[in-house]
């Protein structure tokens, strides 16, 4: 059973996005900003990371790049998901290492449908 890691500082998306993923037989754990995403990233090593972009201290984007630069957790793939819709935010988003950019509201559905891609990829 795949684990993924949600990083959202927002409690109803969290919870949104934690029970569409275990109820489609996915393990899942959370962090609340950037610093805890990474932390947990290393100690856990997900299958996957649902990453928000705008968390207090660290964000998504500076998580990301941390992430990605890790010898560790570099092989992680990496989903923002984020209210940032700009064309520039996505490209900056894949620049810091992100496979996928979803722009919020997203439904449990597409969420679901874009974890099984990239699971299975």
């Given at each position: 059973?795949?684990?993924?890691l949600?990083?959202?500082?927002?409690?109803?998306?969290v919870?949104?996005?934690?029970?569409?993923?275990?109820?489609?037989?996915?393990?899942?754990?959370?962090?609340?900003?950037?610093?805890e995403?990474?932390?947990?990233?290393?100690e856990?090593?997900?299958?996957?990371?649902?990453?928000?972009?705008?968390?207090?201290?660290?964000?998504?984007?500076?998580?990301?790049?941390?992430l990605?630069?890790?010898?560790?957790?570099?092989?992680?793939?990496?989903?923002?998901?984020?209210?940032?819709?700009?064309?520039?935010?996505?490209?900056?988003?894949?620049?810091?290492?992100?496979?996928?950019?979803?722009?919020?509201?997203?439904?449990?559905?597409q969420?679901?449908?874009?974890?099984?891609?990239?699971l299975?990829?």
């Amino acid at each position: 059973m795949a684990l993924i890691l949600i990083v959202d500082d927002s409690p109803t998306e969290v919870h949104v996005m934690k029970k569409a993923l275990e109820k489609s037989g996915y393990q899942t754990a959370t962090a609340n900003d950037g610093a805890e995403g990474v932390r947990m990233a290393r100690e856990m090593t997900p299958d996957l990371i649902f990453m928000d972009v705008v968390m207090p201290g660290v964000n998504g984007y500076q998580a990301t790049r941390q992430l990605s630069n890790d010898p560790k957790t570099r092989t992680i793939p990496i989903i923002m998901v984020t209210s940032k819709g700009q064309e520039t935010d996505k490209i900056w988003g894949l620049r810091q290492g992100a496979v996928d950019y979803m722009v919020k509201p997203v439904s449990p559905d597409q969420l679901v449908a874009k974890a099984q891609a990239t699971l299975a990829a």
